[in-house]
Every structure is written in C-alpha cells, then in structure tokens.
C-alpha cells in the first residue's frame, strides 16, 4: 500500500520480492507515478534531532492548498503540550507555521501537528513531530548482537561526557539476565564498558530483545538506558514466498489435456446450422 497523503509531483518506489531461486534470488520492481493532491504538507515530518535539556527550539512547516477558493484550513492544533504551534505568515493557498518545542527532561519525544480542512476529499492530515533531550551524557541508544560461525562477539560501548566532566559508572544491569558485563575504563570523560551474551548455549533464532540499565553520576541522566537485541544468524527463509518451489523446467508444468476431435459429421451438421444463423443475423 502506497499513502499519498500529503504527497504530490512525482514518486518512485521499488518492490524487492525474494524467491529461492538460485539464478534469481531477488526480483525488483521499480514503480513510479505522479500523484496529484489538493493539498501538499512540506516538510511531512518535522525531526528536531538532539536538543538540550531545557533548549527551546523551533521548525517551520507549509501547507499548500490547490483550490483555496474551495478548500479552506478550518484549525491546526498539536498533540502534546511541550510542542507548539503558531503561523507565520499567511498568502493565497500558501500558509506557512512555525512549531517549537522544549523539555526539561531527558527522553524520546514524539508527538503530531493535526491539520483539518473543509471542502478537500481528505479533510484529516498529520505532521509528525520527533525530537530527543540529551543532557551532558553522550551514548548509543541500541546494541546488536549477532551470532556469526559458533560465538557472539563482544560489544563495546562508551559512555562521554559532552562538558569534559568525569563519567563514574556506579553498576550496569541487565534485568533479563541475558548479558553480562565488565566495566574497562571508569572515573574519564569518556568511560567504556563490555557486554557479552552471557548463555550462548540458548537458541537465539527468535530474536530476544531487552534494556540496559547504567547507573551514573550525573544529575542530569542518573540511569542510562540502552536497549539490545540478540540473534542468530538465520539462513533459512523467513518470508512465505521463499517456501514456493518455481519449477526451473518448464516441461514439468502441468498442461490441460488435448481437446479431443469431435465427430466429423456432426461438426459439419453443427457447422451448416451456425451458418444459417449467421447469415439470418446479417
């Protein structure tokens, strides 16, 4: 299924369908299109990327109107209390707004700016907003680990300060069990610690996944929290289609019977009947 919601001009798309043929494996379908809308959200999202905790920022998003004698904006109101939204400037089938956003606590945020219209076929659009408060801290969000031959290598990673300030690690836990972990270097700007699967004897072709939780000094992210996956490497096909068997010799397709002759008599009887009908027709 392809959204056009808030899409116009020209859009590509590829389809990627696996097979388990060897001289095929992969079947690519490029497809393309204009699609055209009575009304055009830029940009469709709106990513604030890293903000500082208690930073205010702010983006700006258009809305475009083909019809703004028929089309009219009715409201635009955002979801969430520490995202707000305002216009800017106004013109004829062109309204441009300015969304900020600011927080004092360090997480993920997401939240969605909804546009009503009157008059247009789809009267509902969506603007999705994302934004992350960091604090002094600077670490990855996820780990992988992937099983590759009989073992899973280890994963480092560190943990810095963006002010230059000592990092102390105070305890790493992993409440599922399945890590464990050794803290290399400790009490720097920059800290580093060690996970490795703990039972790699445990059949991990369903992916397990779980959370990371780093004690530290710091005020302003006193648990860091690191999400990780463990999987094996699976080489059987997931998908259903990889199960379908294409025969790779086309004489082992099954054909319908031959139709059989009918009666030479009868079909020229049938023939001389047809005829007249025709020609009854004309």
């Known amino acids: ?48 990327g890293e903000v500082s905790k208690g930073k205010k920022v702010s983006k700006e998003f258009t809305v475009k109107v083909k019809d703004p004698d028929k089309i009219h904006l009715e409201s635009v109101t955002v979801d ?8 800017l400037e106004r013109g004829k089938g062109t309204v441009k707004y300015e969304v900020s956003f600011q927080a004092d606590k360090v997480d993920r945020y997401a939240a969605k700016v909804e546009i ?26 996820s780990l992988y680990f992937i099983k590759r031959g009989e073992h899973f290598s280890a994963r480092d990673f560190t943990i810095s300060s963006r002010s230059d300030k000592k990092v102390h690690i105070r305890k790493v836990v992993d409440q599922q069990g399945l890590l464990k972990f050794e803290i290399v270097e400790n009490d720097q700007p920059t800290v580093k610690i060690r996970a490795t699967v703990a039972d790699e004897t445990q059949s991990y072709l369903r992916a397990r996944r779980g959370k990371i939780l780093i004690h530290t000094n710091s005020a302003d992210e006193p648990v860091v ?58």
């Open 1 to 48: 299924m392809f959204r056009t919601q808030g899409r116009s001009g020209k859009q590509r798309k590829q389809i990627t369908v696996t097979t388990n043929q060897k001289d095929k494996p992969r079947l690519v379908f490029n497809l393309h299109g204009t699609v055209v809308s009575e009304v055009q959200v830029e940009p469709r999202v709106v990513s604030f």
């Open 80 to 87: 969430d209390k520490r995202f707000k939204v305002r216009k």
């Open 116 to 141: 009503r219209l009157q008059g247009a076929k789809v009267d509902v659009f969506t603007v999705p907003l994302r934004a992350t408060v960091v604090g002094d801290l600077r670490h990855a969000g």
């Open 225 to 282: 929290k690191v999400l990780y996956t463990i999987a094996e490497r699976n080489r059987q096909p997931r998908r259903q289609l990889d199960k379908i068997k294409l025969p790779t010799d086309i004489s082992a397709v099954r054909r319908p019977p031959p139709v059989q002759p009918k009666d030479s008599s009868k079909a020229g009887s049938q023939g001389s009947q047809t005829g007249s009908g025709e020609s009854k027709e004309e």
